[in-house]
């Protein structure tokens, strides 16, 4: 198993930049693929971004393409979301999920089996 934990959320302005993170702990987090998703009040669970194992496949959703960066530091057992030009839409609860059962990293939450709690992010107008 592997257990992960977000951070680096808060309150920002359109426009803004923000870093989130995410520790592994319990296995060693290269042998995982890792995603990022986010849900708004209301709303289910959308994908926002994933990255291979070793980083060099990564995936985005149309909505965040261009201002989302995923990365991963394996030895540091840390993935990121480099989020920039931040809009309200983007506000919600970020989750920072990992998968080791498919050649590639999924889309869809039904591709991960392991979540963390979540990191708030709130864009304001």
């Known amino acids: 198993q592997v257990q992960l934990v977000e951070s680096g959320g808060g309150l920002v302005q359109a426009g803004a930049s923000l870093r989130l993170s995410c520790a592994a702990s319990?296995?060693?987090?290269?042998?995982?693929?890792m995603g990022w998703f986010r849900q708004a009040p209301g709303k289910d669970r959308e994908f926002v971004a994933a990255i291979n194992w070793s980083g060099e496949n990564t995936f985005y959703a149309e909505s965040v393409k261009g201002r989302f960066t995923i990365s991963r530091h394996n030895a540091e057992m840390t993935g990121y979301l480099l989020m920039t030009s931040l809009e309200p839409e983007d506000t919600a609860v970020y989750y920072c999920?990992?998968?080791?059962?498919?050649?590639?990293?999924?889309?869809?939450?039904?591709?991960?089996?392991?979540w963390g709690r979540g990191t708030q992010v709130t864009v304001s107008s």
């Open positions: 319990g296995r060693i987090l290269s042998a995982f693929h």
């Open positions: 999920a990992a998968d080791s059962r498919s050649p590639l990293p999924g889309t869809t939450q039904y591709d991960y089996a392991y």
